[in-house]
């Protein structure tokens, strides 16, 4: 696994009863490795028994969201490599999209792959006009995960989601929030501060029925990870996967076999 970059990977902050979690690994384009995956695990976690907080926002250092998963951090050499990788990445699913405090995910720049994955799991996304959206999977031999097989469908619909996630093809801003994957445009740089605004709405509701609401959009989500632990694990292994990994770490055209 490669050596993870000295410091923090994600910076916490708050702003009254908001809880901001911010994606700090600018180096990398704040790629989900599995220490930031950790990281967000157990802030939301303290977040969830905290009831000072009211509600959450998670964003990018550096006006990048999520570059997606850490390709050199994603090696898995067994099957049992592979189901671990997914027990720690579905439970950080599980506490964001079934938690009780709402989250809305500020998004400046690239949400792509695993970042587009953790966006979608969010309740409200505010975009830059810079913000640019891409699934991305296929051309490193893998399928969607971190939920966005359940989460997506249930934003953009199922047609709009299977051309999403088929084609990997980058989707900007505006088309963004023609389709619905996106709840609002704001001027760059300003994302953090519309979703902050956001969240403000949010701390006038009752909690109770916010959590509530939020537990009826999860229904259904847990078949969809055990199929999608199930699956990854498999392609983690692939050769196409292997092909694909080494083509983007080498800025080339991957040359896939089937295999």
């Known amino acids: 696994m490669a050596d993870n970059p000295p410091g923090p990977v994600l910076c916490e902050s708050r702003e009254g009863a908001t809880a901001i979690l911010t994606l700090d690994q600018p ?39 999520c ?4 390709l050199s951090d994603m090696e898995v050499p067994d099957i049992a490599a592979g189901r671990e990788r997914f027990r720690i990445t579905h439970r950080l699913v599980r506490l964001i999209l079934g938690g009780a405090k709402p989250v809305i995910a500020a998004v400046e720049g690239f949400a792509a792959g695993a ?20 699934a991305g999977f ?7 995960d971190l939920g966005l097989l359940h989460t997506l469908p249930r934003r953009v619909g199922e047609g709009c989601a299977r051309q999403i ?15 619905g ?7 760059p740089g300003t994302a953090l501060a519309a979703a902050l605004a956001r969240a403000r709405c949010l701390i ?5 029925p916010t959590a509530l609401t939020r537990a009826f959009f999860a229904t259904g989500l847990d078949a969809v990870l055990e199929r999608e632990r199930e699956i990854q694990t498999m392609l983690f292994l692939s050769d196409d996967h292997a092909e694909g990994k080494a083509a983007f770490l080498a800025h080339r055209s991957p040359r896939f076999t089937g295999a």
């Open 27 to 65: 180096a990398r384009r704040n790629a989900l490795s599995v220490a930031m995956r950790r990281a967000l695990i157990d802030a939301f976690e303290r977040i969830e028994s905290d009831r000072t907080v009211s509600a959450v926002v998670v964003t990018g250092a550096e006006n990048t969201f």
């Open 67 to 70: 570059s997606g998963g850490d």
């Open 115 to 134: 970042g587009l994955s953790l966006a979608a799991l969010c309740d409200t996304i505010i975009a830059g006009e810079n913000a640019c959206f891409v």
């Open 138 to 144: 296929g051309k490193v031999g893998l399928i969607a």
């Open 165 to 179: 996630l088929l084609y990997g093809e980058r989707l900007a801003a505006a088309e963004a929030l023609r389709i």
């Open 181 to 187: 994957l996106a709840d609002e445009i704001v001027p």
């Open 204 to 208: 006038e509701q009752a909690p109770l």
